[in-house]
């Protein structure tokens, strides 16, 4: 008899979820109307570290929930992630909006994305933190499909691992709140990223 596959290093694997706050209001899911399942190959980071450890060893049909610090999931807040910067220069500065996400890059190139929190008459107020920094998280998840990944699935795994690790973290670069290490702004690419990524 074959042995049950389990999430391990390369698995490609398939989870339905909800995602809720502390509160617990449903902050994504992947029954909702733009939703759909997670699919990511074990092992890359793909997940926020908590939620990937918890899923180890699990099989087909497996339901968990998993209670998430914040240093296990998107990270704490981090005040000099809030920068406020004029509002001429952005791409369109009389277009601006509180919700609006900027690509901001460093001048080394690397590109981060910001959320605009503030929109003053002649400024604007950034937040470069993950809109989930600082929560604590729950998952519900139920595993719909394990197996092993292909050979692609593990190369384009492990490029996006590289590419992760060789981000621009936004706190490795202070500007002294002026946004001088800020070279460029550009509007973010429409639905830029799910929360789970």
Do not use: C
């Not at 902050?27 to 908590?50: K, R, T, W």
């Not at 704490?76 to 690509?103: N, Q």
């Not at 959320?115 to 003053?120: A, G, L, W």
């Amino acid at each position: 008899m074959a042995t049950k596959a389990t999430i391990e290093p390369n698995a490609r694997v398939v989870l339905e979820y909800t995602l809720r706050d502390a509160d617990d209001d449903v902050l994504d899911a992947s029954d909702a109307e733009d939703g759909e399942p997670i699919v990511y190959v074990h092992g890359y980071g793909m997940l926020v570290p908590g939620l990937e450890k918890a899923l180890a060893g699990l099989a087909i049909g497996d339901e968990k929930d998993v209670v998430i610090s914040p240093e296990e999931g998107f990270g704490e807040r981090d005040e000099e992630l809030i920068l406020e910067i004029d509002r001429a220069e952005l791409p369109r500065p009389s277009a601006v909006a509180v919700g609006d996400e900027l690509v901001a890059e460093s001048p080394d190139g690397e590109e981060a994305i910001m959320r605009v929190i503030e929109v003053k008459a002649d400024a604007v107020v950034l937040d470069g933190n993950h809109p989930l920094a600082g929560e604590t998280l729950r998952y519900s998840v139920v595993v719909r499909d394990v197996r092993p990944a292909t050979a692609e699935e593990i190369e384009e795994a492990a490029l996006g691992f590289e590419d992760a690790a060789e981000g621009w973290e936004p706190h490795a670069h202070p500007t002294n709140g002026a946004g001088s290490g800020l070279v460029q702004l550009g509007r973010a690419p429409t639905g830029a990223k799910k929360l789970e990524n």
